[in-house]
């Protein structure tokens, strides 16, 4: 071994024989890890089991009654006579798609072509899909491409799914707010802050955006903000990430086209998830990326997407065959619609959704300056305002005194914001429990504002 | 919307009614894309579909004879057995498990831990665990948890797995080569280059290893080198990054034991693949940090794992649950033994690997100068050194000529080196292919040393 040297800093301790190394120091790793953003997710996901017995607004879940263990041997079984008997695989080359590594776009591109045209009305390329551990994997992907310097940034309405903040935090990639209306994303304040963002020296490369019942506003766009969202990202220059988990749950109501259908200059990349509509564990999600690519070499695709599986063959180098087989039999069995797969879920959540917007009538009956909440037009959320700080100490307070849990609405914004709103998540209650869970919040804020 | 000025650059074409946005720029993308390592996956993935008829010496794929459709449905039902008699979950709580969004850490963990003890030596504490969507997952999260800023480095001995320089490159991790001798990374140059990192300047954090029958070289490191890197790293106030996706395929050979299984500073990092003992469609892998992290919020658990959690929650949120069960369900059967669930395929790889050696002592019949190759004692493995350079273009002709196919050691590098090498992978081949392969290989070899 060479010799120590006395300008080696550990060199002391070495040559008196001590071997103990110093511990790692929460500041000498990556800045995500200090980051507010990233412990929102963690006490996202803890908070219902520290308590169980409150009625919980919090869960950000799918409602899972309808789940069946026995429907995922059949679903793997659909999808392993697809291989056989649609596609003509051999049965050695069935066995060779489920154990083997897969390619990186994954089995379920065709099953995907036909999932958008019947659902969405999207006309995808297969070449321009890439199948993805889960939407998150998605948002990772896209964050790492478009993250080329320190002067690239992203924009996002304020709030935003705390997902997608945390996907920026890794990738290194800053985030830069866009106001909010009731409609959604404001679009003349998006152009705004893209020549703000380019005057001081940056490159705002995209929007995300979710524009139906939106996670945690629970807001939809209208059709005509969706045309001029369109216009101005063409005119400007920019990508539009569009993020869509929830436009299935429409409650009745007529549904609106989605970005990418409206998309005539290749401007929206769409990322699709299968948590909401088959099931979360199985961490399926997709990109659709046609925009071309100039300059790469000869050999690579020349779309989007072939950047974004070149990232991913070092990310995760495919997403499982197992739970795309999963996905997949459960795309067949359905003809290609998670609509029709979704039908029993769809009025769950419609009913909870009137559940919660007439337990809030006649919880608070009088609303106004101090007690006020939004009418999402379906999905999962709706946002409530209060006349207190509803931080994590009063989340805390709420669960402790009242037995309720809910989300304090300041995690979802990168910067300040949110101080005095609350998310209620309605997908898995009941709604003898949305009653009791309202009835519950009405004491808290009784009691809140008497202490006041 | 905004009133169009003067200084945006875009201005003209707008006002021009002008929509059509530039195309990206692969040179607008983040630089891992333009990187000659992440294209080394991408045509290693490749090229044996190019050439069907081709013997391959390229796929480091598994030995998938023993592979059966049915299996994968007996793996989850023996999972769900686990959770409903061995857990006590009641159905509704197996449901969840098994479709909900899951515990960031896994549902494998305590598996891990009997499996650990089995087959490695590792006493691992299941707090320590984090299961990942592959083993290359778990090199992200290490990655991007250890890259602060600028300063920080990391170490490999050249060459290395190209997945961990893909990985690197991804998470913008500079990589410093480390030499290599016969029995793997020199522990002396170790020490060496992390001096000079940091009379450079920067922070050098781990160096990344494969102890045993590594990709690609196939060398194995002597219990005493195991010791003195150890001693080097704690000395040094490095961590090593041990991976260990080969170990159980041994030829017969004593095994030596884990470089974690010695660990006594907790200065290993340990990532486990179950791509080579079970499947790789599966991506499932591991990790066990169980690093103390000073600095730590309260609430927050003590360890690397709990923070490469965090990271977690926001690359994936979990791994799949179907994969997780699929995996846990065959460590089950074997009674936590991947040595036992992987005998047949040991022994398919142990013969492969005396047809390899038997094989080149037959072609080439008078090694030396012209033609030399290593001789590894287990794995899937051999590096084969020639007398002319091995770029992409003889491999194509390797292809097209001669029918056989491996790959350039120089993809292992990140820097120069490997260019008159190529690596021989001989685990999905039979002892007559072989054979045939090297017959081919042989006759390329003349034809190139008559040209020159």
């Given at each position: 071994m060479t010799t120590t040297t006395l300008n080696d800093p550990r060199a002391h301790e070495q040559a008196a024989?001590?071997?103990?190394?110093?511990?790692?120091?929460?500041?000498?790793?990556?800045?995500?890890?200090?980051?507010?953003?990233?412990?929102?997710m963690t006490l996202l996901n803890e908070i219902a089991g520290r308590y169980p017995d409150a009625v919980s607004f919090a869960a950000g879940r799918p409602y899972e009654q309808f789940y069946d263990p026995g429907q995922l041997h059949a679903h793997l079984e659909r999808f392993t006579r697809y291989l056989e008997d649609d596609l003509g695989r051999t049965p050695a080359q069935v066995r060779t798609a489920l154990f083997q590594y897969g390619h990186t776009?994954?089995?379920?591109?065709?099953?995907?072509?036909?999932?958008?045209?019947?659902?969405?009305?999207?006309?995808?390329?297969?070449?321009?899909?890439?199948v993805t551990t889960g939407c998150q994997e998605a948002m990772i992907l896209l964050l790492r491409a478009l993250r080329t310097d320190d002067?690239?940034?992203?924009?996002?309405?304020?709030?935003?799914?705390?997902?997608?903040?945390?996907?920026?935090?890794?990738?290194?990639?800053?985030?830069?707010p866009v106001r909010e209306g009731t409609g959604g994303i404001d679009v003349d304040d998006l152009v705004d802050q893209v020549r703000a963002a380019r005057a001081a020296g940056l490159r705002p490369r995209a929007c995300y955006v979710v524009p139906d019942f939106a996670n945690p506003s629970g807001l939809s766009m209208s059709l005509d903000d969706r045309e001029r969202l369109l216009e101005a990202a063409a005119a400007e220059g920019i990508l539009v990430i569009e993020d869509n988990p929830y436009s299935l749950f429409n409650a009745g109501a007529q549904r609106l086209p989605t970005l990418k259908s409206l998309d005539r200059h290749r401007s929206v990349v769409y990322v699709g998830s299968f948590a909401k509509t088959a099931f979360p564990g199985a961490r399926v999600g997709y990109v659709v990326a046609d925009q071309p690519v100039d300059g790469v070499p000869a050999g690579e695709g020349p779309l989007l997407a072939d950047q974004l599986a070149k990232l991913k063959s070092m990310l995760t180098l495919n997403t499982s065959t197992i739970s795309q087989a999963v996905?997949?039999?459960?795309?067949?069995?359905?003809?290609?619609?998670?609509?029709?797969?979704?039908?029993?879920?769809?009025?769950?959540?419609?009913?909870?959704?009137?559940?919660?917007?007439?337990?809030l009538r006649r919880h608070f009956p009088q609303p106004g300056a101090q007690v006020s909440w939004n009418i999402p037009g379906g999905g999962m959320f709706a946002v409530l305002s209060l006349p207190f700080e509803t931080d994590d100490a009063t989340l805390a307070y709420s669960a402790d005194r009242f037995g309720v849990l809910w989300t304090p609405m300041r995690h979802f914004y990168a910067g300040a914001g949110g101080t005095h709103q609350i998310r209620l998540s309605f997908s898995v209650?009941?709604?003898?429990?949305?009653?009791?869970?309202?009835?519950?919040?009405?004491?808290?804020?009784?009691?809140?504002?008497?202490?006041?």
């Open positions: 024989g001590c071997r103990i190394p110093d511990p790692l120091r929460l500041d000498e790793l990556h800045g995500s890890l200090s980051d507010p953003v990233l412990g929102s776009k994954g089995l379920l591109t065709e099953l995907l072509v036909q999932n958008l045209a019947v659902d969405e009305g999207i006309t995808a390329d297969p070449d321009a899909i890439v002067r690239d940034v992203i924009l996002a309405p304020a709030p935003t799914y705390v997902g997608f903040l945390g996907a920026a935090r890794l990738m290194d990639m800053p985030v830069r996905i997949g039999g459960k795309l067949l069995e359905n003809a290609g619609s998670m609509a029709a797969a979704t039908r029993r879920e769809s009025e769950v959540y419609a009913r909870n959704l009137r559940a919660v917007l007439d337990g209650l009941t709604p003898e429990q949305i009653d009791l869970g309202l009835s519950r919040l009405a004491a808290l804020v009784h009691d809140r504002t008497t202490k006041r």
